[in-house]
Structures are given as C-alpha cells and as structure tokens.
C-alpha cells in the first residue's frame, strides 16, 4: 500500500506556506458568513436557485452556446471555438500575428492558466505580463497560483519582497504599499505599450452577448483602455441565458469570494469599441474554450460544470487548508479542484489524479458554502467509485485494508469476542511496531484509547431495566 501523494505534500509542508493558507482561508471563510448571511437571511435559497440557473444552462448548452455566438456576433465580436488547450493557444497566437500585436496585458483567468497560455506565447515570442498583482508576482517567480481568487495565498510578503529585489523592482521593502506601488509602476508602462489585451469572463448573457469581468484592482479594465485588441479566453460554461441571472450571481459570487457586496470593478463588455468612443479596443475576440468540457458534461459529475470559481469551497475545507493548493497538482485546487481537475484530465490522464477525489474528509463543508449549491461530496464519491472500477493504483492508495474488518463484523460471536478483547490494544506501543501498511499510518498519528464494549452493555442494562 502506497502513501497519499496529497498527504506527503502536507507532511512535507514548509510551516510558513502552512500558516499562510490557513490565514489567508480562514479569513475568507469568517468574511464570507458575515456579508451573505447578514445581507440575504434566505441566503441557502439564492443558492439553490443559482444552481438551478447554472444547471438549466448546462442541460440546455448547445442552445446557449448558438445564441450567445450570435449575439456576440451582433455585438461586433469575433467568435472563435476552441476544442482543447493546443487549438486555444493557437487563436490567440493567430489573432495576435493577424493583428501584428507583439506586447500584451493579460489579466487573471484560470481558463489561460487550464491552457496554459502564458509558457505557450512567451516560446512563440510575445511579451505577455500578467496585471493581476498576484499573478504578476506569480510570473517573476516562475510559480502557480494556489488558489482561484487569491493566487499568492501561499506566500507572505516577506517573501514577495525578497521577488521584488531578485528582479530588479527596487531594493526590499515588505510594505505592501510600496510593493503594490512597485508593479504598478512597472505596469503602467506595460499598459501603454500592449497592442493587445488577454482577459477572461466570468459569465457572459446569452441574451445580450454582454460579457461580464469582475477584478478587484481593475487591472482589465486599464488593459481594455490601452489595447488595440482584446481578446476574452472564456470556458464555454460561462454562459447564463439572460442578463437578469447575472445580479443574482454576481451577488453569491462577490460575498462568496471575498466577502464582498460587489467585486470592486464589475465591468460589462457590450462589443468592441463604439464609433466616436475615447478608448477602449477597435476588435474583440471571444475565443470559447471546450477543453474536454462536453466529456465532463456527459459524466455523471456533470454539476460540478456549474462551478463560478467563487474558491469558496477551498476556504472551507480542512484539507486544503493543511496541504495548501499546490497539493492539488493541477490548476484547480481544493474541493473544487479534487472533482474538475481528473476529469479534465480525460480517460488518460485520470491515472495520474485518480487519488485527488480522497483528498477530502467528506464533511461536506464545501457543499454547504457552495453559491451554486454543487454535491461536491457526492461527486467524490463517484470519482472515488470510478477509480475503484479502474483498478487505480493511486485511487487505492492508503486504503485501509477492510477484507478482515468485513469478515469479522459478518459474523456475530467474532464480532463479540474482539470487542471484549479489543482492551488489549490500548496496551500495544504502536510507534514502535512495524505494523506493516499501518504502521506509516501510526508512526505519524496516535490512536484514541480504546473504550470499546460500553454501548452495547448500556443497550443491555436498559433492555433488563425496561422489563
Ligand atoms: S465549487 Fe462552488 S464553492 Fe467551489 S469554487 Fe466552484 S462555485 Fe465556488
């Protein structure tokens, strides 16, 4: 039996990344409470309802889809389909040649990092710079984010000061005043410069083709400014039928999120610049990524497409908070992450993440703060399941060898006789035994004493005492 790679990760775990996380988490978690609760009583009910609209777009996608290509189209858009992450950085690449664009701002979106755009631009020769300040820091460090709203969550600033100075950014200075001040100097004459701007979407109306594109810094917003092209890399999930659908859930996502009412900038994106308009750019190119979505769709963990990486399910969970979002090796961490990441992974890749959906205690936490109400647990049951069926090594890693538990509970007067001689093992030096596969288990965990046998002679005693 083989370890849980996720556990080795947080065995090995440096304690400040640690301390981090569980900061960083915590405080969206104890944030989010106060604003959705106080804010809507019948919060659980916008979630239910979120759900159902995510769910009904989901059952109904291909008619979406058609119709939100041709209000984009009506809009003065350019639509473009991308069936996975090769084709989707090939777009890009042909709509920024196409435009002689060579400089580009990219704000934060997880369907690029998914692609993996940013290493496959920069090898075919274009300067592209990250304008989320956390992405960006990301970029210096050559690093990943760890987490779908805050992706530097496993760093302080000690540390980012210390990246700062490495590349060249001034000498160090933890302040995040002068850290922030820093990149956006920087920034500011990379915004200048780009003939081209990336960003993503976090919904887009298949009503009005209006596409929405929350931030907090309003980085996408100066990137639109300056921009000849914009180009919106966008998972085809992303469409809700109507603009309507978007206040109920930009209200979940922004309290979900950060604890915010609203994201900060909330910008709405009609069309390419309108004629007689002071800014903003002359094409915009909505580039809709498949990436194996309509494999997830066809699973039976198809609601975990509902998702609107709100990360509010990672906060929550005790496991991501111990091994930190890295643990997850893949781009979507935590809850979220343990569902999404083998599917998109496909029939080949699965192998390799088939242990992720056992990265969970089951507590069910991260369905109870989910804005659109996704059965995380349920689902990691299934993938649970489906490793089995697999005969997947990793998915088998660390389980408990149950064939012996199973024979002596099938047999009742087994079954008593271990639990009255079950005393014993409070006895046993488990540290120091080699116990075979538990023994791993044990060397790093103390078991709880043993005080086995006292309900079934309560149930006993009332029974006698009942007559
Ligand atoms: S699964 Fe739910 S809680 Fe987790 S990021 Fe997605 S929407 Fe948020």
Same mark, same amino acid.
């Not at 180009?231 to 469409?239: C, D, H, S, T």
């Given at each position: ?15 400040? +990344? ?13 944030? $989010?409470?106060? +604003? %959705?609760? /106080? ?21 109904? !996608? ?99 000061? $210390? ?40 919904? +887009? ?7 929405? +594109? ?9 990137? %639109?400014?300056?921009? $000849? ?16 659908? !978007?206040?109920?859930? %930009? ?34 190119? *909505? ?14 963990? $198809? ?35 343990? *569902? ?7 029939? /080949? ?12 205690? !089951? ?45 002596? &509970?099938?047999?009742?007067? %087994? ?31 103390? !078991?709880? &004493? ?18």
């Amino acid at each position: 039996m083989s370890s849980q790679i996720i556990d080795q990760f947080a065995a090995d775990l440096d304690g400040e +990344v640690r301390t981090s996380v569980r900061s960083g988490s915590a405080a969206g978690t104890d944030k $989010r409470h106060k +604003v %959705l609760f /106080e804010d809507f009583p019948e919060a659980d009910r916008m979630r239910e309802l979120a759900g159902k609209v995510k769910q009904h777009t989901l059952d109904h !996608l291909d008619k979406y889809l058609e119709q939100a290509e041709a209000a984009l189209k009506a809009n003065g858009a350019k639509v473009h389909f991308a069936w996975d992450a090769k084709a989707a950085c090939d777009e890009v690449e042909a709509i920024l040649r196409q435009s002689n664009a060579k400089t580009v701002t990219k704000s934060k979106s997880m369907v690029s990092e998914e692609v993996g755009l940013n290493d496959s631009l920069a090898e075919r020769g274009f300067d592209v710079v990250e304008t989320d300040l956390g992405e960006f820091i990301l970029q210096l460090d050559g690093d990943h984010p760890s987490h779908v709203v805050k992706p530097i969550i496993h760093k302080n600033r000690s540390e980012i000061a $210390r990246t700062f100075e490495k590349h060249g950014l001034g000498e160090y200075n933890d302040e995040p005043e002068t850290i922030t001040r820093r990149a956006r100097q920087f920034m500011r004459k990379k915004y200048l410069q780009a003939e081209a701007t990336i960003t993503g979407a976090n919904f +887009v109306s298949a009503e009005s083709g209006r596409m929405c +594109v929350v931030t907090n810094e309003g980085n996408s917003r100066f990137g %639109l400014a300056g921009s $000849r092209v914009h180009i919106a890399l966008v998972g085809i999930e992303k469409i809700v039928p109507r603009d309507i659908d !978007l206040s109920l859930l %930009l209200n979940l996502l922004g309290r979900s999120a950060t604890g915010q009412a609203l994201t900060v900038y909330t910008e709405f994106i009609a069309g390419p610049k309108a004629e007689g308009a002071v800014s903003g750019p002359e094409e915009f190119h *909505v580039v809709f990524v498949n990436n194996r979505r309509t494999e997830v769709l066809a699973s039976n963990c $198809r609601e975990i497409l509902r998702c609107i990486r709100c990360g509010a399910c990672m906060n929550v969970c005790p496991v991501y908070r111990q091994a930190s979002g890295h643990a997850y090796r893949s781009v979507y961490p935590g809850p979220l992450g343990a *569902v999404l990441s083998p599917l998109l992974a496909g029939a /080949e890749g699965f192998p390799e993440l088939a242990d992720l959906p056992k990265a969970s205690s !089951l507590c069910g936490a991260c369905n109870e703060v989910c804005p659109v109400d996704i059965p995380i647990p349920d689902l990691l049951l299934k993938l649970r399941d489906r490793g089995k069926q697999e005969h997947n090594a990793q998915a088998a890693a660390d389980t408990p060898p149950m064939g012996a538990w199973a024979w002596v &509970a099938q047999s009742p007067a %087994l079954w008593r006789a271990s639990l009255k001689s079950a005393n014993m093992l409070n006895l046993l030096p488990y540290e120091k035994i080699p116990f075979g596969p538990l023994g791993r288990w044990t060397r790093d965990r103390t !078991l709880p &004493a043993w005080r086995g046998g006292k309900f079934r002679s309560w149930a006993k005693n009332r029974k006698k005492a009942a007559k």
